[in-house]
């Protein structure tokens, strides 16, 4: 099956946007998910003038914006609609002095306020999951989004973060069902950054190439095939050692391909 290879270009805010298409392109990606934040590109009050300038230059590379990594404020949403970008990624922090329900019903609300932009703009809101006291796992992400039609509002499943949830990719696509926007590829594991002498062990995510990560990207694979999945797939390029970032995103992509453009992957 061909996928649309999407790649997040935050490593790559302070290339203007020929240098970044050029760039993107000599990596062999499809698309781009853009920053849309403060200090970036384009930020979010300058959107509805500067994201389809921006999106011209990519399409004369013979790139698309796949998505926009960004807030669910009007100028995003108006620029989105003016680029033909369909999408608009967000991530819902939670408050760790707040029970669950509590972040739940708040999280909802902020969903709430999106949905007439979605539906006046013609752009879907996806949103991702994440470690720590976020949307941690699709199940947190399945109830969020449970009450909204995913035309509108649905889930970016992050490989990465789902694995260091410890959920097998299979489950976790199951339980996001309809509500799947957007494939986050990515990988990472848990590290423990303190020695064997002190008094309470540490750990923290290492992210991390491909095939070196807790997510078996094969397993993802079959996942997505038996889904039958047509989406894109953005491949976040984030590495722990930031430094290698171009070398090892030229490497996952080739290594994504060869497993996911397969007839079929072997589980491992």
């Given at each position: 099956m061909q996928y649309h290879w999407s790649v997040f270009t935050k490593p790559w805010k302070h290339r203007e946007a020929h240098t970044l298409a050029e760039h993107v392109a000599n990596l062999d990606f499809d698309g781009i998910e853009l920053p849309v934040r403060p200090g970036f590109q384009v930020e979010p009050d300058h959107a509805e003038r500067e994201l389809p300038q921006f999106a011209r230059v990519m399409r004369a590379h013979g790139l698309s914006?796949?998505?926009?990594?960004?807030t669910i404020a009007e100028p995003v949403f108006a620029g989105c609609?003016?680029?033909?970008?369909?999408?608009?990624?967000?991530?819902?922090?939670?408050?760790?002095?707040?029970?669950?329900?509590?972040?739940?019903a708040h999280a909802q609300q902020e969903l709430d306020t999106a949905l007439p932009l979605c539906e006046k703009y013609g752009v879907s809101v996806g949103v991702q999951h994440h470690y720590g006291f976020s949307i941690f796992h699709p199940m947190e992400l399945k109830v969020l989004l449970a009450r909204y039609d995913p035309r509108?509002?649905?889930?970016?499943?992050?490989a990465?973060?789902?694995?260091?949830?410890?959920?097998?990719?299979?489950?976790?696509?199951?339980i996001l069902g309809d509500h799947l926007l957007l494939v986050n590829l990515k990988n990472a594991y848990m590290r423990r950054i303190n020695g064997p002498e002190a008094a309470q062990a540490l750990y923290k995510p290492y992210f991390t190439t491909?095939?070196?990560?807790?997510s078996s990207w094969h397993e993802v694979a079959d996942a997505l095939r038996l889904k039958k999945y047509a989406g894109p797939i953005c491949m976040c390029a984030e590495y722990t050692d930031i430094a290698n970032t171009?070398?090892?995103?030229?490497?996952?992509?080739?290594y994504a391909k060869s497993i996911f453009e397969a007839e079929s992957s072997p589980s491992c």
């Open positions: 914006i796949t998505s926009v990594a960004s609609q003016a680029a033909e970008i369909p999408l608009i990624r967000i991530m819902i922090a939670g408050d760790p002095a707040l029970s669950w329900q509590e972040n739940l509108w509002i649905g889930g970016v499943w992050d990465a973060h789902s694995a260091l949830a410890g959920e097998p990719p299979k489950k976790a696509l199951d491909g095939s070196q990560g807790a171009d070398y090892y995103i030229a490497q996952d992509l080739q």
